[in-house]
């Protein structure tokens, strides 16, 4: 059974930066693309970054690119999003998800989800 435990969610001012992580268990996690979504109140879930399973190949949001960071650490079962310069806007939950497949990572290509950590900036 796989299990995603999100971790590094908090309070952050803008202009900061968090660096969320997500323990993986129960598969093969370095066969996978990974993947960050967010979901903001009101508002549909939405993927925020994703990386494929060797870790060489990245996606970033239009609202994300450039402020926020994926990486992942296969040996240690570990992926994590450094999120810098951060606006109000990048309030949300936060989850991570591991995709059916190793370098896809499209919205429906993710089966598993993280029970998601809260992030709060404040202006």
């Known amino acids: 059974q796989v299990q995603l435990v999100e971790s590094g969610g908090g309070l952050a001012q803008a202009g900061g930066s968090l660096r969320l992580s997500c323990l993986a268990s129960?598969?093969?996690?370095?066969?996978?693309?990974m993947g960050w979504f967010r979901q903001a109140p009101g508002k549909e879930r939405e993927v925020v970054a994703a990386?494929?399973?060797?870790?060489?190949?990245?996606y970033y949001s239009h609202s994300v690119k450039g402020r926020f960071t994926i990486s992942r650490d296969n040996a240690k079962n570990m992926v994590y999003l450094q999120m810098n310069s951060l606006l109000p806007e990048d309030t949300a939950v936060y989850y991570c998800?591991?995709?059916?497949?190793?370098?896809?990572?499209?919205?429906?290509?993710?089966?598993?989800w993280g029970q998601g950590t809260q992030v709060t900036v404040s202006p």
């Open positions: 998800a591991r995709s059916r497949y190793a370098n896809s990572w499209g919205p429906s290509d993710f089966n598993s």
């Open positions: 129960g598969h093969s996690f370095g066969n996978y693309a």
């Open positions: 990386i494929n399973w060797r870790g060489i190949n990245t």
